[in-house]
């Protein structure tokens, strides 16, 4: 099945750790971005990236970092430099030159700090 | 101003109810409008694209007013299963891809 897979599902750090989230998608779309979602709260974006090997800050960048290596493939750390990391972490897509589509979302990651 | 705002709600209905959900957008270039449905602790969905001249999927029907610079979307008939939170999404103008804004979301609660 064509999609969006993000793991883990539920990720629980320790202060002062880094930790990385993963989504992988194999629908072929160019564009993948990263939104954080808390409680009552929208969607914010964190990064986006339009082409293997280019990625751009959204509005909350700070104490994050991403690469994208592959196309099918967008990874998200979320540094010690977060210090409010507790959240839903979703990602997304959406082909290429594609304004009038939506995106496809994962099933997000639920990360808490312990 | 908020790039896009909604009413958060709730909207407490009675089944069978119909309910309509309003939201604004402060660009006035902007292109493409969404409306999603988000289930609790569920990442958001697509429920229908917004047209200029209006468009309806079953019970469902999005109205967009570029001069208003105002989006609509009405539930006829609501079920129990429409209970979620409908997100008002805005598609700026600029180069392919640009990322989407989101409202922060209308919740809704169909009661029986």
């Known amino acids: 099945d064509g999609g969006i897979t993000q793991s883990p599902k539920y990720l629980f750090r320790k202060e002062g750790q880094n930790v990385t989230l993963s989504c992988e998608q194999n629908?072929?779309?160019?564009?993948m971005y990263w939104y954080r979602q808390d409680p009552g709260q929208g969607l914010r974006l964190i990064y986006y990236?339009?082409?293997?090997?280019?990625?751009q800050k959204g509005d909350i960048a700070e104490g994050y970092s991403v690469s994208r290596e592959k196309k099918e493939s967008f990874p998200l750390t979320v540094t010690s430099a977060q210090k409010n990391p507790t959240a839903f972490y979703l990602c997304?897509?959406?082909?290429?030159?594609?304004?009038?589509?939506?995106?496809?979302f994962g099933s997000g990651t639920r990360l808490t700090v312990v | 101003r908020k790039e896009v705002e909604q009413d958060p709600g709730p909207f407490n209905v009675p089944e069978g109810a119909t309910v309509a959900f309003n939201c604004t957008y402060s660009?006035?270039?902007?292109?493409?409008f969404f409306w999603y449905r988000q289930d609790c602790r569920k990442e958001p969905k697509l429920l229908m694209s917004?047209?200029?001249s209006g468009n309806e999927d079953g019970r469902f029907t999005a109205q967009l007013n570029r001069a208003s610079q105002y989006i609509s979307l009405l539930i006829r008939d609501s079920k129990l299963s429409d209970s979620a939170t409908y997100l008002c999404?805005?598609?700026?103008?600029?180069?392919?891809?640009?990322?989407?804004?989101f409202g922060k979301g209308t919740r809704l609660s169909v009661i029986a």
């Open positions: 629908l072929n779309h160019d564009a």
């Open positions: 997304a897509t959406r082909p290429e030159g594609a304004n009038n589509y939506g995106y496809t």
């Open positions: 660009n006035s270039a902007s292109q493409s």
């Open positions: 917004v047209y200029s």
């Open positions: 990236s339009q082409i293997v090997n280019d990625f």
């Open positions: 999404v805005v598609s700026p103008i600029g180069a392919g891809n640009t990322p989407l804004v």
